[in-house]
């Protein structure tokens, strides 16, 4: 759970992980639980899109049903009204998504049956035109996230950048054929 002040042994352990992860077997996995953690989220999503594609390349979401993720990607991404948040900005879905979009079959289908609209996210694009969205959600029964989580999250922005820089690069030479 976050803690005000400055940098903890949580924090700490998050950037490990963040960049430790990459050469692991399931990349993400471990900095995605620990950043639910970290908020007090229950899951953590870090959604991939390589340059000129239209579907997600790589979704992971630790623990989470896989047939959800599959769902999303098949059904949901195109229609997904919480996308195109403002680069490296942190936003609520309730601060973001407002009106008709709250109706849409996405927020019908989807949200109601992953358990709501309490999600934190943040958008990088890279020059590459490689995309990564990180959204980070609570189940509907508890609070939803409040300004510390939104600047815990925030303060992870140019680490998370710089571990999709180096993972993009991985891909790209082949250090990464899994």
């Given at each position: 759970?976050?803690?005000?002040?400055?940098?903890?042994?949580?924090?700490?352990?998050?950037?490990?992980?963040?960049?430790?992860?990459l050469?692991?077997?399931?990349p993400?996995e471990?900095?995605l639980?620990?950043?639910?953690?970290?908020?007090?989220?229950?899951?953590?999503?870090?959604?991939?899109?390589?340059?000129?594609t239209r579907?997600p390349?790589?979704?992971?979401?630790?623990?989470?049903?896989?047939?959800?993720?599959?769902?999303?990607?098949?059904?949901?991404?195109?229609s997904?009204?919480?996308?195109?948040l403002?680069?490296?900005?942190?936003?609520?879905?309730?601060?973001?998504?407002?009106?008709?979009?709250?109706?849409?079959d996405?927020?019908?289908?989807f949200?109601?049956?992953?358990?709501?609209?309490?999600?934190?996210?943040?958008?990088?694009?890279?020059?590459?035109?490689?995309?990564?969205?990180?959204r980070?959600?609570?189940?509907?029964s508890r609070?939803?996230?409040?300004?510390?989580?939104?600047?815990?999250?925030?303060?992870?922005v140019p680490?998370?950048?710089?571990?999709?820089?180096?993972?993009?690069?991985?891909?790209?030479?082949?250090?990464?054929?899994?």
């Amino acid at each position: 759970m976050v803690k005000a002040g400055g940098p903890t042994a949580e924090f700490s352990k998050l950037l490990a992980d963040l960049f430790g992860g990459l050469l692991t077997d399931t990349p993400w996995e471990d900095f995605l639980r620990g950043l639910a953690l970290y908020l007090d989220g229950t899951y953590a999503t870090l959604i991939l899109t390589m340059p000129g594609t239209r579907k997600p390349g790589t979704i992971v979401t630790p623990d989470a049903d896989p047939q959800t993720s599959e769902d999303y990607a098949e059904s949901f991404f195109a229609s997904d009204p919480f996308k195109g948040l403002p680069e490296g900005k942190v936003m609520s879905f309730s601060d973001f998504v407002q009106g008709a979009a709250r109706a849409s079959d996405f927020w019908r289908d989807f949200l109601e049956a992953a358990g709501g609209d309490q999600i934190l996210g943040v958008d990088l694009r890279f020059d590459s035109g490689f995309e990564a969205r990180l959204r980070v959600t609570r189940d509907r029964s508890r609070h939803d996230f409040g300004a510390a989580e939104r600047d815990a999250l925030q303060a992870l922005v140019p680490h998370l950048r710089h571990a999709i820089q180096l993972f993009e690069r991985l891909q790209a030479s082949g250090e990464l054929d899994r």
